[in-house]
């Protein structure tokens, strides 16, 4: 079974950065899509970014040129670098992956973060 660990994540001022990390274990297959997900309190969860078996990278638009996903493929580990955070951002983040051949997706326990203006 596969388990999702986040860290990293915390109370930062406007314009500061935080970098969140995600751990994978029990993996025995490939992880096709790895991502970041958010839920503000009174909001639905939404997307983030997510990054591709091959590298390839979404971001939503709220966050493009701020956010930065990244992934480790040896160490089955996802990074979400955040600069110039603003207020909107805070929320629980939640790590994703996906693996296709399982039909399957996975989510971490989530980690707050909180921008203060």
């Known amino acids: 079974q596969v388990q999702l660990v986040e860290s990293g994540g915390g109370l930062v001022q406007a314009g500061g950065s935080l970098r969140l990390s995600c751990t994978a274990s029990?993996?025995?297959?490939?992880?096709?899509?790895m991502g970041w997900y958010r839920q503000a309190p009174g909001k639905q969860r939404e997307l983030v970014a997510t990054?591709?078996?091959?590298?390839?990278?979404n971001y939503a638009d709220s966050v493009k040129g701020r956010f930065t996903i990244s992934r480790d493929y040896d160490k089955n580990n996802v990074y979400l670098q955040m600069n110039s955070l603003k207020p909107e951002d805070t929320a629980v983040y939640y790590c994703?992956?996906?693996?296709?051949?399982?039909?399957?997706?996975?989510w971490g326990q989530g980690t707050q973060v909180t921008v203060s203006s």
């Open positions: 994703q992956v996906v693996i296709v051949l399982l039909g399957s997706d996975y």
């Open positions: 029990g993996v025995t297959h490939s992880l096709d899509s």
């Open positions: 990054i591709g078996y091959g590298g390839n990278r």
